[in-house]
């Protein structure tokens, strides 16, 4: 594929579920000042994508067909004038990226990273959405050594990152999760628990003499998550959620994201992004790649996305 050639991209025709995604084909689009045209290899799938056409974030006809995709990883086609850094053949990562789900994406320059070799391309575009939202996180919550942290949702996509993170600043990390998923909380750093009824319990019983948690992550944003964390944490400062919007603001923790009430975080996120890349390509942060799915069945990828029983990410292959 050329920087000239036309290309295929999904679309959400409509508003709805899966089945308003759609595979079309568009014009070349040519970078301009300051942007760079990436050849995608792989595309990461995130629950805002189909928050963008389920109604989600609104439902305006005029923001009708809608592009998807946040993050990708690919090969630079072309640049545009102003870019310094940055040239044909370089293999990067784009994000945050407008459009991701395609065979070509224009973005700005500066959402393009270099991919370390070390990284798969299905690797390198399942990091940073996740990845930057786990460690926006941990710095809300003021996660460091000493610390007891309970995370609600270990084994998910956000959650493994969180996990991790948590462990890799030095603190002790309790996971919640189904009991089919407690391998993988343990191999990403933490000492897994399930969720359901009694769950403060089962957590005091894994604290020592005299061990509070002193931190909680909330990546689920359940009334047990929630409830749970404010019973067990006596500072709701570090008591953060991406998820329990509503209830959060009703007990004054701290929410984090696009929710309403919540902190973005965009300059914490944006410097986070090439740590964790380093990180990754050093072997300390995992990047588990739990499915890929060709462009033609991105109904079905964001039907198992919507499912919420994979572990790790989903990507697409152009």
């Known amino acids: 594929m050329t920087a000239t050639s036309p290309y295929r991209a999904v679309i959400a025709a409509a508003y709805g579920g899966p089945e308003v995604l759609e595979v079309v084909e568009l014009p070349a689009s040519d970078p301009g000042e300051g942007q760079v045209l990436v050849e995608v290899r792989a595309a990461g799938v995130n629950p805002a994508d ?82 930057t939202t786990a ?57 897994p628990v399930v969720y359901g009824p009694g769950l403060a319990d089962r957590v005091r019983a894994l604290l020592g003499d005299g061990e509070v948690v002193t931190a909680a992550i909330d990546t689920v944003g359940t009334d047990e998550a929630l409830d749970t964390s404010v019973e067990l944490v006596a500072d709701r400062a570090r008591i953060v959620s991406i998820a329990g919007f509503a209830r959060g603001g009703e007990l004054g923790i701290r929410l984090l994201g696009s929710g309403p009430g919540a902190d973005p975080g965009t300059e914490v996120r944006r410097s986070a992004r090439a740590e964790l890349i380093a990180l990754a390509a050093a072997g300390r942060l995992t990047i588990t790649v739990a499915a890929t799915y060709p462009l033609a069945s991105v109904a079905d990828a964001h039907r198992a996305g919507m499912a919420g029983h994979t572990h790790g990410k989903i990507v697409l292959i152009p």
Not at 69 to 82: H, I, Q, R, T
């Open 135 to 191: 460690w926006h996180t941990v710095v809300a919550a003021q996660v460091g050594p000493g610390d007891t942290v309970l995370v609600h949702g270990a084994a998910g996509g956000v959650g493994g990152f969180v996990t991790q993170l948590a462990a890799l600043r030095g603190a002790r990390v309790i996971g919640t999760a189904s009991a089919a998923r407690h391998d993988d909380v343990s191999a990403a750093g933490a000492e």
């Open 50 to 131: 189909w928050k963008l056409y389920t109604g989600a974030f609104g439902t305006d006809p005029a923001r009708l067909p809608r592009r998807l995709g946040f993050e990708a990883s690919g090969v630079v086609l072309a640049v545009g004038p102003g870019v310094d850094g940055v040239t044909p053949g370089d293999e990067v990562i784009v994000q945050p990226a407008q459009g991701a789900y395609a065979e070509q994406v224009v973005a700005p320059v500066g959402a393009v990273l270099p991919k370390p070799s070390a990284l798969s391309w299905e690797q390198a575009a399942g990091l940073l959405l996740a990845g």
